[in-house]
């Protein structure tokens, strides 16, 4: 019995597209839903006032400044490691057992559930090293997090470095170094922030390690050292103890924009950056 091959393959194309429309049509459900629950509650005054009665009246100014906080420690802690890794994978050393082991504990390290983060960096920075919940606590345990991502992106983005770029700086005279530091890593730099990217949407997030880590405090903070509340543990407290669900879902709503801005505004760079490379 032959097989039109043509027919099958439109089948496929069919559901393949049926799946895409289906994907997508989720996406916009659910931020749609959320959006239009809690757009009705922002306002000048929920973006600028500290909030009273637990969150139950009030704005989210500290919450916001902890969530920026939080995750710039995060990146700024992940971002150096990740990279400086991905670099020597890809061009100090050659394929080997270290190599493989590295590789396969980030990728371990990846599939482990935030809850474990929170608890391991509950009992290391928290407890053993004594410091307490706060910012530098919770952004070095969602450095840990999010290390993987940096680094198997950046490894990815720094290997698609054609050859022939390394050899004419090589054959310029040029060091190594000079060559991964002027060449390699300004070609691989729109994967390497693809990944910073993804990064700064996992820690915006994330819940249960901040909680364990970076604490919940209404408190607008002062140092590193300060115990902060992240939007989206605000938005788990106000609507897991039915404080407000009005003010729960206006920090959603704001949580959705802000990381869609995050994502529009960093790819608008990345975008930018690639055709100043290519010269367009």
């Not at 390699?184 to 915006?204: D, F, K, N």
């Not at 994330?206 to 970076?214: D, G, K, R, S």
Request: hydrophobic content about 50%; some cysteine.
């Amino acid at each position: 019995m032959s097989v039109n091959h043509n027919i099958i393959e439109k089948i496929v194309k069919f559901f393949l597209w049926i799946f895409a429309i289906f994907t997508v049509f989720l996406l916009f459900y659910i931020v749609g839903f959320i959006l239009k629950n809690g757009i009705g509650g922002l306002s000048k005054e929920f973006f600028m006032e500290f909030p009273r009665s637990m969150g139950r009246e009030g704005g989210i100014f500290p919450i916001i400044a902890g969530t920026i906080l939080l995750t710039l420690a995060a990146v700024f802690i992940a971002g150096p490691l990740g990279i400086g890794t991905a670099v020597y994978l890809t061009e100090y050393t050659r394929e080997n057992r270290v190599t493989q082991m590295i590789r396969f504990g980030a990728d371990c390290l990846a599939g482990i559930p935030s809850i474990v983060f929170g608890l391991f960096g509950f009992v290391l920075f928290v407890i053993k090293l004594k410091m307490g919940w706060s910012i530098i606590s919770g952004g070095l345990t969602l450095s840990i997090m999010v290390l993987p991502t940096i680094i198997r992106t950046s490894e990815e983005a720094i290997k698609a470095v054609p050859k022939s770029l390394r050899e004419v700086s090589y054959s310029l005279g040029g060091t190594k170094w000079q060559t991964i530091v002027f060449i390699v890593i300004p070609q691989a730099l729109p994967g390497i922030l693809t990944g910073i990217i993804l990064s700064v949407g996992r820690c915006v997030g994330e819940t249960a390690a901040v909680i364990f880590t970076a604490g919940s405090s209404l408190r607008l903070p002062s140092s590193l050292f300060d115990s902060v509340r992240t939007m989206s543990v605000h938005f788990y407290i106000l609507s897991r103890e039915g404080i407000s669900l009005k003010n729960a879902y206006a920090t959603a709503s704001v949580l959705i924009i802000s990381i869609g801005l995050i994502n529009f505004l960093s790819y608008w760079i990345m975008h930018r950056f690639i055709r100043r490379i290519e010269g367009k």
